[in-house]
């Protein structure tokens, strides 16, 4: 990957972006990797990754459930969070700390560390990965000793959409 290159290929969604295709697109690819790690996605797991795959902002747990509970009356908090765990454990989804919330991976195919532009007015959030930046985070990281375990980069601002707007 070239360094700086946004994963999606475009970061923000524009006007054009066909959300049905990319729902679709996500859910397919998500049974192909399950398939391919002898994971099953359920009906439960395939509902919860649709679910926060409907936009690109990050969804919280309970949005799932409220939304999941119209078609799973059983549906718990145990169950979305055993679900986002399963998601997250697959590299189908990303936790956003700073939001407490989840957003479809971009790129399940590959493992890699993601940083997020996350708008502050829309909440639009866009995945990508800088080589550079991840170098630098290990090198500091390893000159002060200390040993990665996970990282993941949330910057906050406003999209371009919202910069036009306000």
């Not at 990797?33 to 994971?39: F, L, Q, W, Y």
């Not at 997020?116 to 500091?140: G, M, P, T």
Request: hydrophobic letters at 35%; one cysteine or more; charged letters at 25%.
């Amino acid at each position: 990957m070239a360094k700086g290159k946004a994963i999606s290929g475009t970061p923000f969604r524009d006007a054009g972006h066909d959300h049905g295709t990319c729902i679709h697109d996500a859910l397919e690819r998500a049974a192909q990797i399950c398939t391919r790690e002898g994971a099953r996605l359920t009906a439960l797991r395939r509902d919860v990754l649709g679910l926060i795959w409907r936009g690109h902002t990050p969804v919280g747990a309970y949005a799932v459930l409220d939304e999941l509970k119209r078609h799973h009356h059983g549906a718990a908090p145990a169950t979305v969070y055993r679900s986002l765990d399963f998601l997250i454990h697959h590299g189908l989804i990303h936790r956003i700390s700073s939001r407490n919330a989840y957003v479809g991976c971009s790129q399940p195919e590959r493992k890699h560390v993601s940083q997020f532009l996350i708008c502050d007015k829309c909440s639009a959030a866009a995945e990508f990965e800088d080589e550079d930046i991840l170098d630098r985070i290990e090198a500091r990281a390893d000159a002060l000793g200390f040993a990665l375990q996970s990282q993941t980069i949330e910057l906050s601002g406003l999209c371009p959409q919202c910069r036009v707007t306000s």
